[in-house]
C-alpha cells in the first residue's frame, strides 16, 4: 500500500510541475505583451505581434508548424506510458509471485504471454527456456535490453525535434534577412529604417518560433529520459528477483574428499582384510 501511495504521488507531483511550467510560459508570454503594449494599448500589441509570429506562411512555418503538433503528441504519450502504474503494476507483479509460489508454470507461461507489462516481457523468453538456468538469465537480459531500447527509442525523437527547432528557426531567419536587404537594395537604398526593422522582425519571428518548439521538447526529453531509466532498473531488478524464485535445483556436489576414478564404498558394506600370501614350500 505505501508503494502504490508513493507512486501515485510521485506521478501527481510530475503532472503539477509540468502544469507549472506550461502555465510559466504562458503567463510570462502574456505578461510582457502587456507590458510591452503600456501606453499604446496591450490589445493592439497583442495582434501585432501574433500577426508577425504568424504571418509568415512560408515552408518553414508549416515544418514547424507539423513539427509543433508532432512534438505535443509525443509528450503526452510518454507521459502516459512511461509510468509505474503502466510498466509496472502491482497487480501483475503480484499475480506473477502467487504463480511461482504456487508452481502454476504452465498458466505463468499463458500469463506472460499476453500481459504487456515490462516484467511479464523479461521473464516470458526465460520461462521458455527452462531448465536451464544459464539461457533463461541470458533470454530475459536481452528482453530487458529490447524493452529498454524501445522505451529510450520513442522519446529520442523529442530530442531529435528540439535539435531541430532552433536550426529551422535560424534557416528562416536567415531567408528573411536576405528578402528584407533585397528588398533595400532594390529600392536603390531609400527604404526607411521603418520598413527595414519591419522586416527583420519578420525574419526574426522564425527563430521565436524555432525556440518554442525546441525549449518544451528538450525539457520534456531529459525528464522522461529519467523516468525511463529508474523504470527499466526497477523493472529489471523486480524480474530478477522472480526469475530466481523459479531458479531449478542445482546438482548436489560430490562428496568432500572424493577422487575422480575411484568408487566411494557403499553403507554397510563389510569390508574384507586381504588374504595373506601363500609361503613357499620348503625344499628337499
Given at each position: 500500500?505505501?508503494?502504490?501511495?508513493?507512486?501515485?504521488?510521485?506521478?501527481?507531483?510530475?503532472?503539477?510541475?509540468?502544469?507549472?511550467?506550461?502555465?510559466?510560459v504562458?503567463?510570462?508570454?502574456?505578461?510582457?505583451?502587456?507590458?510591452?503594449?503600456?501606453?499604446g494599448?496591450?490589445?493592439?500589441?497583442?495582434?501585432?505581434?501574433?500577426?508577425?509570429?504568424?504571418?509568415?506562411?512560408?515552408?518553414?512555418?508549416?515544418?514547424?508548424?507539423?513539427?509543433?503538433?508532432?512534438?505535443?503528441?509525443?509528450?503526452?504519450?510518454?507521459?502516459?506510458?512511461?509510468?509505474?502504474?503502466?510498466?509496472?503494476?502491482?497487480?501483475?507483479?503480484?499475480?506473477?509471485?502467487?504463480?511461482?509460489?504456487?508452481?502454476?508454470?504452465?498458466?505463468?507461461?499463458?500469463?506472460?504471454?499476453?500481459?504487456?507489462?515490462?516484467?511479464?516481457?523479461?521473464?516470458?523468453?526465460?520461462?521458455?527456456?527452462?531448465?536451464?538456468f544459464?539461457?533463461?538469465?541470458?533470454?530475459?537480459?536481452?528482453?530487458?535490453?529490447?524493452?529498454?531500447?524501445?522505451?529510450?527509442?520513442?522519446?529520442?525523437?523529442?530530442?531529435?525535434?528540439?535539435?531541430?527547432?532552433?536550426?529551422?528557426?535560424?534557416?528562416?531567419?536567415?531567408?528573411?534577412?536576405?528578402?528584407?536587404?533585397?528588398?533595400?537594395?532594390?529600392?536603390?537604398?531609400?527604404?526607411?529604417?521603418?520598413?527595414?526593422?519591419?522586416?527583420?522582425?519578420?525574419?526574426?519571428?522564425?527563430?521565436?518560433?524555432?525556440?518554442?518548439?525546441?525549449?518544451?521538447?528538450?525539457?520534456?526529453?531529459?525528464?522522461?529520459?529519467?523516468?525511463?531509466?529508474?523504470?527499466?532498473?526497477?523493472?529489471?531488478?523486480?524480474?530478477?528477483?522472480?526469475?530466481?524464485?523459479?531458479k531449478?535445483a542445482?546438482?548436489?556436489?560430490?562428496?568432500?574428499?572424493?577422487?575422480?576414478?575411484?568408487?566411494?564404498?557403499?553403507?554397510?558394506?563389510?569390508?574384507?582384510a586381504?588374504?595373506?600370501?601363500?609361503?613357499?614350500?620348503?625344499?628337499?
Amino acid at each position: 500500500m505505501s508503494r502504490r501511495r508513493s507512486s501515485y504521488a510521485s506521478s501527481k507531483l510530475r503532472i503539477g510541475l509540468l502544469a507549472a511550467m506550461l502555465g510559466a510560459v504562458l503567463f510570462a508570454g502574456v505578461s510582457w505583451a502587456q507590458e510591452t503594449g503600456q501606453g499604446g494599448g496591450s490589445t493592439a500589441v497583442k495582434s501585432t505581434l501574433t500577426s508577425v509570429i504568424l504571418g509568415q506562411k512560408d515552408p518553414i512555418f508549416f515544418i514547424i508548424a507539423i513539427l509543433s503538433v508532432v512534438g505535443l503528441t509525443l509528450i503526452i504519450q510518454g507521459f502516459i506510458k512511461n509510468r509505474s502504474a503502466v510498466m509496472l503494476p502491482e497487480s501483475s507483479t503480484n499475480t506473477i509471485r502467487d504463480m511461482i509460489q504456487n508452481k502454476r508454470f504452465k498458466e505463468l507461461i499463458e500469463f506472460t504471454e499476453t500481459d504487456p507489462s515490462f516484467v511479464s516481457k523479461a521473464l516470458n523468453p526465460a520461462l521458455k527456456r527452462a531448465p536451464s538456468f544459464s539461457s533463461m538469465k541470458e533470454a530475459m537480459e536481452t528482453a530487458i535490453g529490447e524493452q529498454t531500447a524501445e522505451r529510450f527509442r520513442s522519446i529520442e525523437y523529442l530530442n531529435i525535434i528540439g535539435n531541430l527547432g532552433p536550426l529551422l528557426g535560424l534557416t528562416g531567419t536567415v531567408l528573411g534577412m536576405i528578402e528584407a536587404f533585397n528588398a533595400m537594395n532594390n529600392a536603390g537604398g531609400t527604404a526607411s529604417p521603418g520598413d527595414l526593422a519591419g522586416g527583420i522582425s519578420r525574419a526574426l519571428a522564425h527563430t521565436f518560433l524555432g525556440l518554442f518548439l525546441a525549449v518544451p521538447c528538450l525539457a520534456c526529453f531529459g525528464i522522461l529520459r529519467t523516468m525511463v531509466d529508474r523504470l527499466t532498473v526497477r523493472g529489471a531488478l523486480v524480474a530478477e528477483e522472480l526469475l530466481l524464485m523459479i531458479k531449478p535445483a542445482e546438482a548436489k556436489p560430490a562428496a568432500a574428499g572424493a577422487r575422480p576414478g575411484v568408487v566411494a564404498p557403499q553403507p554397510g558394506a563389510v569390508r574384507k582384510a586381504p588374504m595373506p600370501a601363500p609361503s613357499p614350500a620348503p625344499q628337499a
